[in-house]
């Protein structure tokens, strides 16, 4: 079959869910059989995420190709259980940026360049990429921001030309939200109706709307909607609230808007989507045997979102366990020496959380010395890592101010530093270590049990590293290298030897646990917790 595009986007309000509705559509019709990719398109002028502060979007999710993307992906993947690449992510920076090279270079032979049609071509090439050789029977993509933003007016009109080129073969579906007033007691449809328009302002009439609500929308509702914005009543979709996000298939399956979808494309939804492992886990997350405290010790608490993968691994991690993990946030800047004991006692594990710079690294060493001294299961990812390394050095191998040289440029012991063939690259992201990278792990350590293999490949997003100088020194003392890149040694995880589970691991696990495949090493670090 030709391959079958997928616009979705969102009017009314920001933060409706585009992302997960997008993953959940696309879960079912993978159900069914058919190949999938998911695609989103960032109306900002960054190139991408990877130098934005985590307050401004969450967190910056790294994919297998190095790429540093949209927290989004990390859901697509997670739904999916496919690796996304850089294709997955595009920004109106990256846009603008090829679009200005080809102009440096000549290839528009002399032609005013604008935004019609050079801007909407380049935005148009990067979908169509997608869909090239046949390779998904669906190329889903969600348009990232409101309708009617003033940023994401070339998507529209470039979703817009793409469904005239392709016809029966492009679909336009529309999040929007419909309100209840508890004055009147009512659900109110006029902001979708708004919304609607505008789409239609821009020439794009939705053809399938789901609708976001507290409370079920009835059959009366449904037909005014379709009324209003030229859509039969089919294709008004409800989206209730749920408690997890993981349900949102199995309630757009109920309101069979995979079967509207292939309907609409002219397709014969000959088969029911195959959702028993997806069911299975959500059986499991519902109905846990036991509750684990886990602290995640980070100082961008505020903000649970730039810790998505994270908090989003510990669910399915959890649900292998069959336990409900509770993660609580806690704050780094206010853990001292005097109180870290207070704060943490209460919790069963310990993870520290990556990190970028000084703020809030006083309250993390505190918390790992807290672990590594009371035997409470730790696991430290990334920054994490290196902060167990730091607090071992000055407190178990009396390095006096032993530090990393992010944190100080100056220390007598630099046990975590750039490697040399790192300094003097002056380009942010120039310098860092992303994407996925083998790992050997050593047989007979706690990262074995986890992983009950030797030769792994996780993700990475870093730019210092284990200092291999003090590598004897650290081994002799209890902390050992479990994990070490095979082509470069660089060391990717320790653990303490006279501990019950302390486990630091450069790389990022989190980046890479989905519902059907949950990280081995949060599965192994949540399992540590329960034994408690
Ligand atoms: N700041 C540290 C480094 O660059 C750790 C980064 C991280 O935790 N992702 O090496």
Same mark, same amino acid.
């Given at each position: 079959?030709s391959?079958?595009?997928i616009?979705?986007?969102?009017?009314v309000?920001?933060?409706?869910?585009k992302?997960?509705?997008i993953?959940?559509?696309a879960?079912?019709l993978?159900?069914?059989?058919?190949?999938?990719?998911?695609?989103?398109?960032?109306?900002?002028i960054n190139?991408d995420?990877?130098?934005?502060?985590?307050?401004?979007?969450?967190?910056?999710?790294v994919?297998?190709d190095?790429?540093?993307?949209?927290l989004?992906?990390?859901h697509y993947e997670r739904?999916?259980?496919?690796?996304?690449?850089?294709?997955?992510n595009?920004t109106t920076?990256r846009?603008?940026?090829?679009?200005?090279?080809?102009?440096?270079r /000549?290839d528009?032979?002399g032609?005013? +360049?604008?935004?019609i049609? $050079?801007?909407?071509d *380049?935005?148009? @090439?990067n979908?169509?990429?997608?869909?090239?050789?046949?390779?998904?029977?669906?190329v889903?993509?969600e348009?990232?921001?409101t309708v009617?933003d003033m940023?994401?007016?070339?998507?529209i009109?470039?979703?817009?030309?793409?469904?005239?080129?392709?016809?029966?073969?492009?679909?336009?579906?529309?999040l929007?939200?419909?309100?209840?007033?508890?004055?009147s007691?009512?659900?109110k449809?006029?902001?979708t109706?708004?919304s609607v328009?505008?789409?239609?302002?821009? /020439?794009?009439?939705?053809?399938?709307? +789901?609708l976001?609500?507290? $409370?079920?929308?009835? *059959?009366g509702? @449904?037909?005014?909607?379709?009324?209003?914005?030229n859509v039969?009543?089919?294709?008004?979709?409800q989206s209730?609230?749920?408690?997890?996000?993981?349900?949102?298939p199995?309630?757009?399956?109920?309101?069979k808007?995979?079967?509207?979808v292939?309907n609409?494309?002219?397709m014969?939804?000959?088969?029911?989507p195959?959702?028993?492992?997806?069911?299975?886990f959500?059986?499991?997350?519902?109905?846990?045997?036991?509750t684990?405290?886990?602290?995640l010790?980070?100082?961008?608490?505020?903000?649970?979102?730039?810790y998505?993968?994270?908090?989003?691994?510990?669910?399915?991690?959890?649900?292998v366990?069959?336990?409900?993990?509770?993660?609580?946030?806690?704050h780094s800047e206010g853990?001292?020496?005097?109180?870290v004991?207070?704060i943490?006692?209460k919790?069963?594990?310990?993870?520290v959380?990556?990190?970028f710079?000084?703020?809030?690294?006083?309250g993390k060493?505190e918390?790992?010395?807290?672990?590594?001294?009371?035997?409470?299961p730790f696991?430290?990812i990334?920054l994490g890592?290196?902060?167990?390394v730091?607090e071992?050095?000055?407190?178990?191998?009396?390095?006096?101010?032993?530090?990393s040289?992010?944190?100080?440029e100056?220390?007598k012991?630099p046990?975590?530093?750039?490697m040399?063939?790192q300094?003097?690259?002056?380009?942010?992201g120039g310098?860092?270590?992303?994407?996925?990278?083998?790992?050997?792990?050593?047989?007979?350590?706690?990262?074995?049990?986890?992983?009950?293999?030797?030769?792994?490949s996780?993700?990475?997003?870093?730019r210092?590293?284990f200092n291999d100088?003090y590598?004897?020194?650290f081994?002799?003392?209890?902390?050992?290298a479990?994990g070490?890149?095979?082509?470069?040694?660089?060391?990717?995880?320790?653990?303490?030897?006279?501990?019950?589970w302390?486990v630091?691991v450069?790389?990022?696990?989190?980046y890479?646990?989905?519902?059907?495949?949950?990280?081995p090493?949060?599965?192994g670090?949540v399992?540590?917790?329960?034994?408690?």
């Amino acid at each position: 079959m030709s391959t079958k595009y997928i616009f979705v986007t969102g009017g009314v309000t920001s933060s409706l869910g585009k992302g997960i509705l997008i993953a959940s559509l696309a879960k079912l019709l993978q159900a069914r059989g058919y190949s999938v990719t998911i695609q989103k398109l960032d109306p900002y002028i960054n190139v991408d995420p990877g130098t934005l502060n985590p307050y401004e979007h969450g967190e910056c999710y790294v994919t297998d190709d190095g790429a540093e993307t949209d927290l989004d992906l990390g859901h697509y993947e997670r739904f999916l259980n496919k690796p996304t690449s850089q294709a997955n992510n595009v920004t109106t920076g990256r846009i603008y940026q090829s679009v200005i090279n080809k102009e440096r270079r /000549g290839d528009y032979l002399g032609k005013t +360049v604008q935004i019609i049609p $050079h801007i909407t071509d *380049e935005i148009k @090439r990067n979908i169509k990429l997608l869909g090239r050789k046949g390779k998904y029977d669906f190329v889903l993509t969600e348009i990232g921001g409101t309708v009617g933003d003033m940023e994401s007016l070339p998507y529209i009109e470039a979703v817009r030309q793409l469904k005239w080129e392709l016809g029966k073969s492009a679909m336009v579906i529309h999040l929007t939200l419909v309100p209840f007033l508890n004055a009147s007691g009512e659900l109110k449809t006029k902001p979708t109706q708004h919304s609607v328009k505008a789409l239609l302002e821009n /020439g794009v009439q939705p053809d399938i709307l +789901v609708l976001r609500t507290e $409370h079920d929308l009835g *059959e009366g509702i @449904r037909k005014k909607v379709a009324l209003f914005c030229n859509v039969d009543e089919q294709s008004v979709v409800q989206s209730i609230d749920v408690p997890t996000i993981y349900e949102v298939p199995i309630k757009m399956k109920e309101e069979k808007l995979d079967v509207t979808v292939l309907n609409k494309f002219g397709m014969e939804p000959d088969k029911e989507p195959n959702l028993e492992a997806w069911i299975s886990f959500l059986e499991k997350h519902k109905n846990p045997k036991q509750t684990v405290k886990i602290a995640l010790v980070g100082k961008y608490v505020e903000l649970p979102d730039a810790y998505k993968s994270i908090a989003e691994s510990f669910i399915h991690a959890g649900a292998v366990n069959e336990c409900k993990v509770s993660l609580e946030y806690v704050h780094s800047e206010g853990i001292t020496h005097r109180n870290v004991e207070t704060i943490l006692k209460k919790y069963n594990g310990i993870l520290v959380a990556p990190g970028f710079g000084h703020r809030g690294i006083k309250g993390k060493i505190e918390a790992t010395r807290y672990a590594r001294e009371n035997n409470i299961p730790f696991l430290g990812i990334c920054l994490g890592m290196q902060v167990a390394v730091i607090e071992f050095a000055r407190n178990v191998l009396q390095f006096d101010g032993a530090d990393s040289t992010e944190m100080n440029e100056v220390t007598k012991y630099p046990v975590i530093d750039l490697m040399e063939e790192q300094k003097g690259i002056t380009n942010m992201g120039g310098t860092m270590r992303l994407g996925a990278f083998a790992c050997k792990i050593k047989k007979g350590s706690k990262l074995y049990d986890a992983y009950r293999k030797e030769l792994i490949s996780e993700r990475h997003r870093h730019r210092y590293e284990f200092n291999d100088k003090y590598l004897s020194e650290f081994e002799e003392n209890g902390m050992i290298a479990v994990g070490e890149n095979p082509e470069t040694n660089l060391v990717e995880a320790v653990e303490l030897k006279n501990h019950k589970w302390f486990v630091g691991v450069q790389y990022h696990p989190e980046y890479s646990s989905t519902v059907l495949k949950p990280s081995p090493l949060f599965v192994g670090f949540v399992n540590a917790c329960i034994n408690k």
